[in-house]
């Protein structure tokens, strides 16, 4: 009864190709993240959605798009990865917008080689 | 450009006394602040909220202060234990609008010795 869950747990893959990583939420939660954290541990958010629509973009390269089929799901797809993109990806939720808590993932560690 | 600066170097308590934690922001007017703990392999874990009106906030061992003059905030863990060790983060924030997102500073690596 996993409240956010990620998968794969560890990505290896070579330069230039395309990944997704799946995120999903059993909380009813309306908002879903998507952060990055590198190798010197800072963690920055790269996107959210909220009720299926986009509401924040930071300002990460175009080669990374958010993807939600439902609320429940939230997926990160990269295409044509760079040795830069390797870094632990972590999916949240919340229950909305806001001062509320965030509910994060185990985490996704890709290493591009 | 808005800055959060905690100690990110390993912070040595003695088991059974209190840790105190620091996070010092500028060019910011959080709302509220948050607290997370991270421990290795892992996400980070909810600990506390605190609103811009509220001065201190507890819950079990652990107490949360909220200085918007000074801009920072305390995040104590009394009568710590080895359990206690881990990364904690502390991430101020705007309420509702514009950032969902947290912004969190790199983290307190903190280590509890028996």
């Known amino acids: 009864d996993t409240a956010v869950s990620q998968t794969p747990k560890y990505l290896v893959t070579q330069m230039g190709n395309d990944k997704s990583i799946k995120c999903e939420q059993n909380l009813g939660h309306d908002t879903m993240y998507w952060y990055k954290q590198d190798s010197k541990k800072f963690l920055k958010i790269m996107f959210s959605y909220n009720n299926k629509e986009l509401i924040i973009n930071e300002t990460v390269p175009n080669r990374f798009s958010p993807k939600s089929p439902d609320k429940a799901h939230l997926n990160l797809h990269i295409n044509s990865l760079e040795l830069g993109d390797s870094a632990v990806y972590f999916c949240a939720s919340s229950p909305g917008r806001g001062a509320t808590e965030q509910f994060f993932g185990p985490g996704t560690r890709l290493t591009v080689l | 450009s808005q800055k959060i600066e905690q100690n990110s170097e390993a912070l040595n308590i003695q088991e059974g006394k209190t840790a105190t934690l620091t996070c010092n922001y500028t060019?910011?007017?959080?709302?509220?602040l948050q607290w997370y703990r991270q421990d290795p392999g892992r996400g980070p874990v909810f600990l506390l909220l605190?609103?811009?009106?509220?001065k201190e906030k507890r819950k079990e061992r652990l107490k949360v202060t909220f200085d918007t003059t000074l801009k920072q905030s305390l995040f104590h863990i009394t009568a710590s234990q080895p359990a206690d060790s881990a990364t904690y983060l502390c991430?101020?924030?705007?309420?509702?609008?514009?950032?969902?997102?947290?912004?969190f500073g790199k983290g307190t690596h903190l280590i509890i010795q028996p």
């Open positions: 060019n910011y007017s959080p709302a509220y």
């Open positions: 991430a101020p924030a705007y309420s509702g609008g514009g950032a969902d997102g947290l912004t």
């Open positions: 605190i609103r811009e009106n509220e």
